[in-house]
């Protein structure tokens, strides 16, 4: 069952009011006058499994809000939080949707243990924040984690190891930011794990110059690696040492000049390349064959460059 009370300028909700609703499903309170969030609105509600409270004014979330609301698919983007605080979530062990992205506030820490009780959650987004800085301490307990987006924030560092801690995340997404470098020690530093599940990489829309060696040797099931939109001159072999499986590389909106004889020479990385776009940089030249050892090559975008 859903119940859907949607841009109806509620300011506040009756104590009780839905303790009748046993059997309700989804529950939608978009789009009104919401500035506090109370445990007392959630009283019966033990099979509610969606709860949207996006585009409201919410500043104010009381401690263990939504501790009795199983499997918890909850949405708090739009909204007027500054911060993340665990006593909202404090026994609450199955939330499993997180969305606390575009937030007029602008959320720019997440203090340490915040998500320790989450290690069902799947999905956590936390984009169009002031984030600077990703911390390791953020993520110790989201096993489960699949899918993190921390795109549209003022990002400029990231901790080694950082996502060490996550070993099923699938898709990372940290497009429009201010990277300047990838550092191959956010994958795999200070652990012991080996190698990540990691599929899909967006790092597009940042100020990357720069990418260590073998960056990307930990994330062998790494299959699309978005870095368009940034400051790369050049394209070094050396950045997919070791790595052999990815499919789609989007390197457009670049400032990249030539494609050298070696920019994919060494043996045995991007065997399985089917799709490269270079649309979109200032590319001069082209090396003859430099492009002989990507054999499952179908798609080569070379538009918008300065070929003659």
């Known amino acids: 069952q859903s119940l859907f009370l949607i841009n109806d300028e509620i300011a506040d909700i009756v104590k009780n009011t839905f303790s ?11 789009f009104n006058n919401l500035t506090h969030v109370k445990k007392s609105w ?28 199983p499997n918890l698919h909850l949405d708090l983007q739009h909204n007027l939080l500054q911060v993340i605080d665990p006593v909202w979530f404090s026994g609450r062990r199955y939330l499993s ?3 606390l992205g575009y937030n007029k506030a602008k959320i720019e820490d997440i203090e340490e243990n915040t998500f320790r009780d989450f290690s069902f959650l799947t999905t956590l987004g936390l984009d169009f924040n002031r984030l600077r800085h990703v911390k390791r301490s953020w993520f110790p307990f989201l096993q489960g984690l699949s899918f993190l987006t921390l795109s549209n924030n003022k990002i400029e560092q990231i901790d080694p190891g950082c996502f060490n801690n996550l070993p099923n995340l699938l898709h990372l997404d940290l497009e429009r930011n201010l990277l300047q470098i990838i550092e191959a020690a956010w994958f ?22 720069q990418i260590d060696p073998g960056c990307f040797k930990n994330l062998p099931n790494l299959l699309h690696l978005d870095l368009q939109r940034n400051l790369l001159q050049i394209i070094e072999a050396a950045w997919f040492f070791g790595h052999s499986n990815i499919r789609c590389l989007y390197l457009g909106y670049n400032n990249i000049r030539s494609i050298p004889f070696n920019a994919f020479q060494n043996l045995n990385i991007l065997d399985e390349l089917s799709f490269l776009t270079l649309s979109n940089n200032k590319i001069e030249q082209i090396d003859p064959g430099c492009f002989k050892n990507l054999p499952n090559l179908l798609h080569l975008d070379l538009q918008h460059n300065l070929l003659q």
Request: aromatic share 14%; charged share 15%; glycine share 10%.
């Open 20 to 30: 009748g609703f046993s059997d309700l499903h989804t529950l939608g309170l978009d």
């Open 42 to 69: 959630f009283t019966g509600l033990t099979n509610l499994h969606y709860l949207s409270l996006s585009k409201n004014k919410i500043e104010q979330i009381d401690p263990g809000c939504f501790k009795n609301l």
């Open 97 to 99: 949707y997180l969305y």
């Open 188 to 209: 795999f530093g200070h652990s012991n794990i080996r190698s990540l599940y990691l599929g899909f990489l967006t790092l597009s829309n940042n100020k990357i110059e």
